[in-house]
């Protein structure tokens, strides 16, 4: 990518994604062993954005570069939480949450969600962006916010 300030992992691709999607759409970044491509079939824009050798939080981070999270709502971020306890936070929930709450200036909440609720909130999600990330459960919604002058 030859342009300034813009993540070295994103492509042409994602950028296209990001910008097209409105205030309130939504994009699931996911882990490599989630089902991407049957997800991202079901979502509005059909795509599947791949970041090998990315991380969930490096992916969130370099996204939330590029646009705001809503902050209209209680929970623009919903995570899948582990089939045992879908309220147990985990390490890379943490993580991801807390890059949300630098890259925005603000406490951001997340809403765990069971794994069987989450593949029908990504399947209403624009697009899905599959990540390199190992850990478990690093399946993450982002609600876009509104890009104002100011931010």
Not at 32 to 57: C, E, Q, Y
Not at 104 to 126: D, H, Q, T
Request: hydrophobic share 50%.
């Amino acid at each position: 990518m030859m342009l300034k300030k813009i993540p070295s992992f994103m492509d042409a691709e994602l950028l296209w994604t990001l910008a097209s999607m409105g205030h309130g759409d939504e994009i699931a970044i996911v882990d490599r062993n989630f089902s991407a491509r049957r997800v991202a079939d079901r979502t509005s824009s059909k795509r599947l954005i791949v970041l090998p050798g990315v991380d969930a939080t490096t992916a969130v981070a370099g996204i939330l570069e590029l646009f705001p999270l809503d902050d209209f709502v209680e929970f623009p971020i919903i995570h899948m939480g582990p089939v045992e306890d879908h309220t147990l936070l985990l390490d890379v929930h943490a993580e991801v949450i807390a890059a949300c709450c630098l890259a925005e200036g603000r406490a951001i909440n997340s809403r765990a969600v069971e794994r069987a609720a989450y593949y029908p909130l990504a399947e209403a999600s624009f697009a899905v962006v599959q990540t390199a990330e190992a850990r478990p459960y690093a399946n993450f919604i982002l609600k876009k916010g509104v890009v104002s002058a100011g931010r």
